[in-house]
């Protein structure tokens, strides 16, 4: 079955660490995103990447970092400077209008 | 600043009435419009697309139209079931060079349909 495998699906972080969350599609999707969404907040955009090797920030870059080198895979790291880092994240695919989304990764600072 | 408005906020049914869900865009020239189900931890699940050249798009008991003169958007959901209980947003998309692709949330309704 063809969709987008985010991982892991809960994470821990200390304070100051880097953590990775991973995202992985099989759609054959170009265009490829990450959002945040906090409780009582709409999903706000913090990567988006068109293509492969090409990358741009959203309304919510700072304190995160991506990479896009292969077509299936775009991971989002949150770097020690990212002051509120306790969210929901959610990764996304774009084909021809129709986004699709992988089923999140739930982050807590500890 | 793209500004989304989903109303209402919140929505508590009895089993079997027909809900309109509504969300309005400050920018109305939309090229691509979607609503979304996300079930309470999980991720968003696509419900309906309207593309630039539509106006409205069904599937079952959801029918979505978009007005691009006014940049609202309407989700009819008729014969509601338990179901049904999950937060609906909609997101809209611009055609403008390289910002095609990213989507505009609104915060969603929340829907609770009762027996």
């Known amino acids: 079955d063809g969709g987008i495998t985010q991982s892991p699906k809960y994470l821990f972080r200390k304070e100051g660490q880097n953590v990775t969350l991973s995202c992985e599609q099989n759609l054959n999707h170009d265009a490829m995103y990450w959002y945040r969404q906090d409780p009582g907040q709409g999903l706000r955009l913090i990567y988006y990447s068109q293509i492969v090797n090409d990358f741009q920030k959203g309304d919510i870059a700072e304190g995160y970092s991506v990479s896009r080198e292969k077509k299936e895979s775009f991971p989002l790291t949150v770097t020690s400077a990212q002051k509120n880092p306790t969210a929901f994240y959610l990764c996304?695919?774009?084909?021809?209008?129709?986004?699709?989304f992988g089923s999140g990764t739930r982050l807590t600072v500890v | 600043k793209q500004e989304v408005t989903q109303i209402p906020a919140a929505l508590s049914v009895p089993e079997g009435e027909n809900l309109v869900l509504n969300c309005s865009f400050t920018d109305s020239a939309i090229y691509n419009l979607q609503w979304f189900r996300q079930d309470p931890g999980k991720g968003l699940t696509s419900l309906l697309l309207?593309?630039?050249?539509?106006r409205e798009q069904t599937s079952g008991r959801l029918n979505a139209s978009l007005d691009k003169s006014s940049g609202r958007s309407t989700l009819y959901i008729a014969a509601s079931q338990p179901g049904d209980s999950a937060t609906y947003l909609c997101a809209g998309e611009y055609d403008r060079g390289s910002t095609l692709g990213r989507l505009y949330f609104g915060r969603g309704t929340q829907l609770t349909v009762w027996p």
């Open positions: 996304a695919s774009r084909i021809q209008g129709q986004v699709i």
């Open positions: 309207i593309q630039s050249s539509q």
